[in-house]
């Protein structure tokens, strides 16, 4: 693993509730007022997750050495670490803040057809954290991947690695609504591509006071993900779709758009075209969705170029 990928974010433990039904059904029998509603669970789980371990997981699949920067409560020490440690991950940059107890979290409801509630807490901001030019390991990082957090950490370490040279990917996720018109004027001007869904980039445009095309004029590759509608990639004024792998079992949706993350990172690393890259993020995600934790799917990069071959190559009419 010679390639390092710098992965910030929020390092998070998710709780995880099963509605066994449709959130859309619900809504239509019981018309939701106020955004109050109460359905019985079918289940629940707590697992490991937040975008930077979830990112830096896939990737060390993937053969490239992916390293959080992150900031942890005292409950890390519990398990979490334990668990990264024995998946080969450096977890030396995640800071654990002493005076907080708890890690992020992330308390998700899903339904049967794949919809999320979500309620996010960041989590500690550790003052001690340090930037990525601090970090002994920062010359041998050939791209930084910035995750959900505080816009103003975020605008931070993508000044500092602007100032290093290193290129970035924005990954606002859930926090994109707290970035403001400045903020997020700024971050398109220093990052060398966007990842967000298409709610993200709605709100993105809303509080930025763009539209797509002035968008695009500021940041070089913007990545639109559409969940089970595959995927669309704009860079110098065209658009390459590409559709999601078909027929996958959906165990668990939790986490898929990191492991999409990671696999257009693997791409982009490797001087892979628009499409490739967008392709082996699809299957990635698609490993993901068929696994009922976030870290706990298996695969290999061998496994995934055979998976792309077969479903991209072999059935072109996919993409």
Do not use: W
């Not at 996720?173 to 220093?190: H, M, N, W, Y």
Request: hydrophobic share 40%.
């Amino acid at each position: 693993m010679g390639d390092v990928v710098l992965v910030t974010g929020s390092t998070a433990i998710d709780h995880t509730g099963f509605y066994d039904g449709s959130f859309e059904d619900y809504e239509e029998q019981y018309p939701v007022t106020a955004f109050n509603a109460s359905f019985q669970l079918g289940g629940m789980r707590t697992s490991f997750g937040g975008c930077a371990p979830n990112i830096a997981y896939g990737l060390n699949l993937l053969g490239i050495k992916g390293i959080p920067l992150s900031s942890a409560g005292r409950n890390f020490r519990d398990h979490y670490e334990a668990h990264l440690t024995s998946n080969g991950i450096d977890t030396r940059f995640i800071f654990i803040d002493d005076d907080v107890a708890y890690c992020a979290s992330c308390l998700m409801i899903n339904d049967e057809e794949g919809n999320q509630v979500i309620g996010f807490y960041p989590g500690p901001h550790d003052p001690k954290r340090q930037l990525p030019s601090e970090l002994p390991i920062i010359n041998e990082v050939r791209l930084a991947n910035l995750g959900p957090e505080e816009p103003h950490l975020t605008l931070k370490q993508a000044r500092d690695l602007a100032a290093l040279g290193i290129p970035m990917v924005a990954d606002p996720g859930q926090v994109t609504a707290s970035f403001s018109r400045k903020d997020i004027r700024e971050l398109l001007e220093l990052v060398d591509a966007l990842i967000v869904n298409e709610h993200e980039l709605d709100v993105l445009l809303s509080n930025g006071g763009l539209d797509q095309q002035a968008l695009m004029a500021k940041v070089p590759e913007l990545v639109v993900t559409h969940s089970e509608q595959g995927v669309d990639v704009y860079r110098d004024g065209a658009c390459t779709h590409v559709s999601a792998v078909p027929d996958v079992e959906i165990v668990e949706v939790t986490g898929c758009g990191d492991a999409f993350r990671a696999g257009y990172i693997y791409g982009m690393l490797n001087n892979l075209g628009i499409r490739e890259r967008a392709e082996i993020g699809c299957v990635m995600a698609a490993i993901n969705l068929a696994c009922e934790e976030t870290q706990r799917y298996r695969t290999s990069i061998d496994e995934v170029l055979q998976t792309q071959e077969r479903v991209y190559r072999i059935r072109p009419e996919v993409s």
